[in-house]
Structures are given as C-alpha cells and as structure tokens.
C-alpha cells in the first residue's frame, strides 16, 4: 500500500500509521477519540485523489476523508483500517470572478481565505462557521456548517452551486458548476453537501457570493430567565424583522463567561439574545428600531452596539463562551441538537433535567433563531465515569429533541459521535431510504465507513 501509494502522490506526502493529529479531530479533547490507520495519504491535485480512490476501492481499503480536523462528531477519525485522506494540499483558488459575484476552490482552501478573498472583492461569502483559520471549505461543504448568520443566509448548500467530486470506483465528476439555476436531473450538488464523505470526495467547488453589507450593528437583550428571553425570540420572530443571526446563551453559560465579557452584564441576567444586523444604512437602522422594540419586553436591559470595535469585543466574548464554560470544571461534553424555535424553551428545560438526572451541570448556548441548541454537559472534576454519564445523558438529549419535532444534530454531523442514533430522527423507511442512496453510490462502503448513520 505504501509503495503504490507513493507511486501516485510520491513518498513524501504518504505517512505510514495515523500520526498526530490525523488520528484525530475536535473530538480528541473533549471525548478522547482517537484513531488508527495503515497510512496517512496527502494527494495535491483533483487527479491524484482519483488515483487514490480508484487505487483503495480496488483493493478494497477504506477511505477516510479529512479537511481541517475541527469537526466536533469524529467524522475524520479513521477506526484502524485504510487510508485517511488528506485534501489539505488543494489549495488553490481557481477562479475569482468578482463581477460575477462567485468563486471556483479547491477543498483545501481554508474557510477564512474564502471569506478573505470575497472581502478584498467588495464581496462577501456569508456562511460563518467556527475555527475559520483552520476549517478547510471541504470539510464544510462535507459537513453542510452552518454557524450563527444561517438564519438569514442559510447553510453551506446555499453558497454551493457546484461540485467537483471523486466518486467510486475512481472517477472524477462535475455537478453543477458555475451557474445559478439548474433543476434538471436529482439535486446531486445537494446530496454531497453534508453526506460527510460517505459518498464521495470534493476536490473543489464553485462557491456564490454576495456584494459585502453596507454596515452592521448588535442588539443585546438582557432578561432574568429563560422563559423572558424565549419569548423574546419569539417576539423578534413575529415583528418581522430579519437580523442576520439571533443568539442565545443560558444563566450557566453567561456566569461562565460574566467576568470576560468587554462591558458589564446586568447583575440579574439569567439569559441573553443577541441579534447581529446587517445591510445598507436604512436596512440596518429599520431592522434594529423594530428588533428593539421586540426585544424589550419584560428585558433587563437592550443594548444597541454600531462600532466595529465594540461588535468586534461582543462577537469575540459570544465565540469565547465555550472556552469559558469548559473552564468552569476543567472538561465538558458538548452536543448540538436542532427543534422548531417555538420548542427552543422546552429543549432547553428537558436539557437541564436530563443533567439533572445523570449528576451533571448544563450550559447552552448557540443559534436561536435556527432553534440550534449547543449544551454542554459539565464534567466534575478527577471523577470517574463522568464522560460516560454525559455520552448517556447525550443520548437522551437526542430523543429529547426528536419529541419535540427536531433533529440530532444541527450542523455537527453524526461522524462517530452519533452514529446508530440517526433512525431516531428519520424513521425506518427514512433510514431505509438513506441506506439505499449509500448502497447505490458507494457499493462496496469504503468512503469513511460505519459514519453517517
């Protein structure tokens, strides 16, 4: 395997075993995950990584696909056999078409240069996943991220209107491509967004992109408890407004974070919105007057922040919260589960009863306005069997948020992590139905084998 291998990416860029941090993703510190492989393969051309696949799927070697290792569902963890396959060398920005408004890479190109590259263009590319600096677009396209402004502008997909892709036993395929509309066969573009490597590799992708927003401002709203800020949410809901995000944290996740946070907290906060606006000048100033008045019922308090500085120290607390909280105890297992918006209130009182009932604290926090719930069971300290007892207390968030009309995850991914509880959310004939597309495009089940079910 090495010497063939070698043949086609050369000796270099094959490495025998699954050395750090290959073995591993963003699981590795928060559940321990950590794999093992025959051999790390780094291919850095689209042909290359057709020679690999057409190579592994002869000889029968499982192929586990790796972008930039942030996944927090253990997607990238090989399980001891195969190759894992790196696409961190296609990192070429093929096209930049500004008066276009659209953008040819490939997988390899980290999600900040994406962003980077459209910024410098007068451009914007909105989809704001965490760890830009190291998440490859690859693996966000795999994994279908979202992050906060998925609220006004949607996941991955929608920024998606084309694939390059490695599909078995070795071939390489456009679908979609530099283009707007196209209805004419199966939505195949969609079907690889979010399938996490199971049924096949992208090498590159025609990404749209949006002239950049005018100007942006923060509303922050302050309440005692849950039940003030959910119907907050609910109030922005029915107003009419559009924020681009709408977040939440819980009382647990904002006493970790308290001593932090860039300006005070009001003494009595049990629970904070947060709403990030974009747009031209009058759009901003129209959506944050009609926001605000939603957001002050029964509020502590409602902040209106325009500086780039101070949104700049707001987002950069917000995206510290996890930080934070893992600091509460020393160690956390986190979760992410989805519910309608009206049901945001009830997941999270069933999320600290099912801590309650396993002897582990909970904080939650993430994006309300997609009903996208981050929660966090707190491990005690030097304790014995605490992982296990969140992994327990994890399994009962799942049904939790299935009761209540949801889904298992968010924008994680099921990877390792979940797997075996996605017939859960989908159904016998639901999960019947997403084994038969597994079955038909990856019969001998050697793309990242056993995830995403």
Known sequence: MIAALSRIVGPDDVLPGAPAPYGEDATGATLGLRGEADAVVRPATAEQVREVVAWCYEHDVPIVPRGGGTGFAGGAVPEGRGVVLSLERLRRVRALDPGAWRMQVEAGVRTETVAR??????????????????????????????????????????????????????????????????????????????????????????????????????????????????????????????????EFADAGAIAAARAAAPSPIPADAGFLVLLEVDGSAAEVAATCAEAADALASDALAVEQL??????????????????????????KVSDDVAVPVDRVEAALADAEEIGARHGLPVCSWGHAGDGNLHVSFLLPAGEEGGRERARAASRELHRAAVALGGAISGEHGIGLVKRGELERQLGPVGARLHATLKEALDPKRLFNPDKKR
């Open 306 to 331: 325009g500086g780039r500085a101070e949104i700049d120290a707001l987002l950069r607390w917000r995206d510290g919260i996890s930080l934070a909280v893992t600091g509460v105890t020393g160690a």
């Open 117 to 246: 590259r459209a910024r410098e263009s007068g451009l914007f590319f909105p989809p704001n996943p965490g760890a830009a600096e190291q998440s490859l677009i690859g693996g966000n396209i795999a994994t279908n991220a979202g992050g906060s402004r998925a609220f006004k502008y949607g996941v991955t997909r929608r920024w998606v209107t084309g694939l390059e892709v490695v599909v078995a036993p070795g071939e390489l395929v456009t679908v979609g491509g530099p283009l707007r509309k196209d209805v004419g066969g199966y939505d195949l573009v969609g079907l690889m967004c979010g399938s996490e490597g199971t049924l096949g590799i992208v090498t590159a992708a025609w990404l749209a992109l949006l002239p950049a927003p005018e100007e942006r401002a923060l509303l922050a709203g302050w309440y005692a408890d849950r039940a003030a800020g959910c119907a907050a949410i609910e109030a922005v809901f029915a107003c009419g407004a559009q924020p681009a995000a709408i």
